[in-house]
């Protein structure tokens, strides 16, 4: 068992809120203008001031936080049984799942956020006209999520003294959308960092997310060609796991 003895550390789980300095290592120029527009062109210097102002505007509404903890796998009808605690489970279907686990008996639960005020941030600009500095906003939003994620993955190898691979979202490839409020529930991430999920399953606030990270058990083992980071990532059209061809 990878998680023997530490049952102290992650009993319920760890939980992570980060303070203002490490908010301000999220923001991340390159990664936002990657989202939109694919790295292929440099911004002009009039839209990285732009950009510039809405990074401003962004850090101080932003409230990162994060929680992991270890979950035992077992394979049952229909997928992989995802086991969080006594009595509390979660079935996972879908071979994309089971491809990312590679029958491990373990994995790592993790679900991140960085707060609602970039949401209501984005809503803002709109609304009063600034749709420039919005989207700056909305990339910059989705490059700091990626750099949570990336802190989150770390912190789990730090923690634990295990490997892992990425952390794959609830609803990617074929694993159900409507997971989500369960993986909530089992997590207790409402109560601890405030996420929650519609009833279209769309996660509250926007800019989160909550999926599982496999275990590196023996080298080589993770699929290294894959970092989930998939708007940066030139196979992402013949993907496996969002339906392509690999």
Known sequence: NKFSGREEIMEPGKLVWL???ETGELIDYFGAAEFLMGGDEPLSEDMLEEMREAAKMLVINLKPRYMFKPVGLSLGQGGISA????????????KSIQEHLFGAGEAVAGCLTIGEGADHLISMLQHDGYMLKALFADALANAAVERLRVKLEQDVKETLGVSVGWLFGIGYGDLPLD???DFLSCMGAEE??????TEKMILCPSKSVTGFLNLKIEEGEVKEACNGRCSRCSRRETCHIFGGKP
């Open 192 to 197: 601890e960092l405030g996420i929650t999920a």
């Open 179 to 181: 997971l989500q409020r």
């Open 19 to 21: 303070t203002n300095e």
């Open 83 to 94: 086991e969080f605690s006594a009595g509390r489970s979660l079935m996972l279907s879908g």
